[in-house]
């Protein structure tokens, strides 16, 4: 995965951002990157970030959303589609390599301890380097640190930064199975004014369909014939009925062109409920792709035409 970063453009007024920590966690440095000179608070789970917005205790919410290595981070998706909506106005990707941590002066290893995407990208790094150490889950990469300061845990997989935090010992640092591993986090905040379009966006919906023969075909074929291209499509369970789903959809493209608008309401006719998730600057600064006769200027140009054929003026 290519490597970069996008500052918001529109980001409106917001000056006290949420994010998931404790300090010294890879979101911690997410959201210094996303926010210039806002107040940080370190909240200690993805839902309780989003809850700060949500209650106004601050203004936006800094949480992971992928990973290159290990997929999506469920509790984000759940968080994003409970409660009252928020939208994604930026997005940053960070490349992941950890250190790992130990009491100053510490023993044998027995527990290792970390976020299970943590845990999950240094699995033959800890068996091939401490295979007597039981992998134990924490709530953060961070979390996991504190554990060992306060006797939980023997070793902690943290964000290099972590150890400017954490009065422990760097037993190993570059670690991770797969050299070029990378999260996307996103920026989220209340509805309002939108990101200006870019020409390398993303939009995200999260989409609760109709529980019958086709309706997932459906909701992909309004993307596909409107020349869309996906960039995301992860399922998680709706929690009320079993086997019923909500699907997240993510897509090149800006709410503000008009293929994407005729898009998200092709999807609202397919879907019980369609949440819009945000149109913001992609952080790999990958362009949209136009098909043939997909561009806004080949939409706009058919809904002139079909105008003036209503109104008698052609046929
Ligand atoms: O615990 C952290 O440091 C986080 O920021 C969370 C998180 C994740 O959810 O994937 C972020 C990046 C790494 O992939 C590992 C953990």
Not at 66 to 92: C, H, I, K, Q, Y
Not at 194 to 208: H, I, K, N, Q
Not at 283 to 311: E, H, L, M, S
Request: aromatic fraction near 6%.
């Amino acid at each position: 995965m290519k490597v970069a970063t996008v500052s918001p453009r529109s980001l409106g007024v917001v000056s006290r951002i949420a994010y998931f920590g404790p300090q010294g966690t890879f979101t911690e440095q997410a959201a210094r990157v996303l926010a210039g000179g806002e107040e940080l608070i370190p909240v200690e789970t993805v839902r309780l970030a989003m809850t700060a917005v949500r209650e106004g205790e601050a203004d936006a919410a800094c949480v992971p959303i992928e990973n290159s290595v290990e997929g999506v981070v469920p509790t984000t998706l759940d968080a994003l589609s409970e409660s009252t909506p928020l939208v994604a106005v930026a997005e940053t990707i960070l490349p992941i390599h950890f250190s790992v941590l130990t009491r100053r002066g510490g023993g044998d290893i027995k527990t290792v301890a970390s976020h299970p995407h943590a845990l999950a990208q240094v699995r033959e790094w800890v068996e091939a380097n401490l295979p007597d150490a039981h992998p134990v889950a924490s709530s953060s990469t961070s979390a996991a640190a504190v554990g060992v300061l306060d006797g939980h845990f023997d070793a902690a997989v943290c964000a290099p930064v972590a150890v400017e935090h954490y009065d422990l010992e760097v037993l190993a640092t570059e670690v991770a199975d797969v050299s070029d591993a990378a999260t996307r986090f996103l920026l989220v905040r209340p509805p309002g004014e939108l990101p200006e379009p870019t020409g390398a966006d993303r939009t995200s919906v999260v989409a609760a369909a109709v529980n019958r023969t086709g309706t997932l075909a459906e909701l992909l074929t309004a993307l596909a014939d409107r020349g869309i291209n996906l960039t995301r499509l992860d399922a998680r369970p709706t929690r009320s009925n079993f086997g019923e789903y909500r699907f997240f959809i993510d897509f090149e493209g800006h709410v503000a062109e008009p293929r994407i608008l005729d898009a998200l309401t092709a999807l609202r006719r397919h879907c019980r409920n369609l949440r819009f998730l945000g149109s913001h600057p992609r952080a790999d600064g990958t362009r949209t792709t136009i098909q043939p006769g997909a561009g806004n200027d080949d939409f706009v140009d058919a809904a002139v035409w079909a105008d003036a054929v209503r109104k008698g003026d052609l046929a």
